[in-house]
């Protein structure tokens, strides 16, 4: 009779959760929601997920890009004076343009 050993579960779960949420935010175009959740997780995987390094690292790194695309743009926008118009709403008055 074959004995086996115990299956050992690791959990990368945290990291491939943000390694999704930071490749969705650069394709997709989310916002800043969707990189801070990732960063987080992230994060939180590097310290608690040994077999989940890279993927977290890379999650964290592809987040921190979207973060900042999203922060300059916003930045150029309000910065340049742009008026956008969508659906009736002013967006240049909100920047005081």
Known sequence: MTTYGTIT?????????????????LLAGWTLIAPALGLILGFMSRGSEPFAR??????????????????????????????????????GTLFGG
């Open 54 to 91: 890279g993927r977290a690292a890379w999650g964290i790194l592809l987040n921190l890009l979207a973060m900042i695309g999203w922060l300059v743009g916003i930045f150029l926008v309000a910065a340049t004076g742009i008026s956008l118009t969508l659906g009736g709403f002013d967006f």
């Open 9 to 25: 579960h690791h959990g990368t779960g945290k990291g491939t959760a943000s390694l999704l949420l930071g490749i969705l935010s």
